[in-house]
């Protein structure tokens, strides 16, 4: 069961409260729940179950200039652990939004989601 009016706003630096962020938001939420990593986002749903609505970030953390990868997970990770959620407990996806400056990162977040809804919703 979905938390009516919540919105999840994955975003490490982000703040949904200030400045015009919630434009992106899918739905005009009642509460939003700020989670800024991989691990909280996991972490918040597998306690609370879905949100109404989930708005993206894609780099969260920093990346490895080296080596050309993220320390930390991404929001892309976290778009495919959200999948593989909703098929195990047989959830639809809840309604979403990105809102990353990253757009390879952005398009690949919703090309995944898009993609699950087309197979299995």
Same mark, same amino acid.
């Given at each position: 069961m979905k938390n009516t009016g919540m919105l999840l706003w994955l975003d490490d630096t982000r703040n949904p409260m200030e400045g015009d962020w919630l434009v992106f938001s899918p739905i005009k939420p009642k509460e939003v729940i700020w989670v800024k990593s991989y691990k909280d986002f996991v972490s918040w749903i597998t306690k609370n179950?879905?949100?109404? $609505?989930?708005?993206?970030?894609?780099?969260?953390?920093?990346?490895?200039?080296?080596? $050309?990868?993220?320390?930390?997970?991404?929001?892309?990770?976290? $778009?495919k652990w959200l999948v593989e959620?909703?098929?195990?407990?047989?959830?639809?996806?809840p309604l979403y939004n990105v809102q990353s400056a990253n757009n390879v990162g952005k398009e690949?977040?919703?090309?995944?989601?898009?993609?699950?809804?087309?197979l299995y919703e």
């Open positions: 179950g879905l949100p109404e $609505a989930i708005c993206f970030d894609h780099d969260l953390g920093d990346l490895d200039i080296n080596n $050309a990868t993220y320390v930390e997970k991404t929001g892309y990770d976290a $778009a959620y909703c098929i195990e407990s047989r959830d639809k996806l690949n977040i919703i090309r995944y989601l898009e993609n699950y809804k087309k």
